[in-house]
């Protein structure tokens, strides 16, 4: 699950077990020995290297010892999953806004004029 790029949640969930035990086997088992795994989030330029070698043809696990980065870091980098309406299961990808949300009506011209006199003379809306 590791190889396939599973964030340890995922493989904790998928294993019923706990996932402090899921990313603690991981980090022992799959971490570079000296330093550990890199911290921090990678940088634009570090996704960008990691983009043109996996374009390249090198595989993810290559990248992620190369990079000191967990596999699944590498693997949210060259599998981004899509953000926004098109994360829900079975949303048309080529909705347009209109279609999904309700747009109030618009008043009309003479609506917006009768709004105006009666703010200006004190009365109600």
């Given at each position: 699950?590791?190889?396939?790029?599973?964030?340890?949640?995922?493989?904790?969930?998928?294993?019923?077990?706990?996932?402090?035990?899921?990313?603690?086997?991981?980090?022992?088992?799959?971490?570079?020995?000296?330093?550990?795994?890199?911290?921090?989030?990678?940088?634009?330029?570090?996704?960008?290297?990691?983009?043109?070698?996996?374009?390249?043809?090198?595989?993810?696990?290559?990248?992620?010892?190369?990079?000191?980065?967990?596999v699944w870091v590498?693997?949210?980098?060259?599998?981004?999953?899509?953000?926004?309406?098109?994360?829900?299961?079975?949303?048309?990808?080529?909705?347009?806004?209109?279609?999904?949300?309700?747009v109030p009506p618009q008043?009309?011209?003479?609506?917006?004029?009768?709004?105006?006199?009666?703010?200006?003379?004190?009365?109600?809306?």
């Amino acid at each position: 699950m590791y190889y396939e790029g599973y964030h340890p949640i995922e493989m904790a969930e998928a294993l019923k077990i706990s996932d402090k035990t899921a990313y603690k086997f991981c980090s022992d088992r799959f971490s570079p020995v000296n330093h550990g795994w890199a911290r921090g989030a990678p940088s634009s330029e570090e996704r960008d290297l990691i983009m043109q070698r996996h374009h390249a043809g090198v595989k993810q696990p290559m990248l992620a010892s190369a990079h000191r980065r967990p596999v699944w870091v590498i693997n949210r980098i060259v599998n981004p999953k899509p953000a926004g309406i098109a994360a829900i299961e079975g949303a048309p990808v080529d909705a347009k806004p209109g279609e999904i949300f309700v747009v109030p009506p618009q008043p009309t011209f003479l609506e917006k004029v009768g709004q105006f006199f009666r703010r200006l003379l004190g009365g109600s809306h």
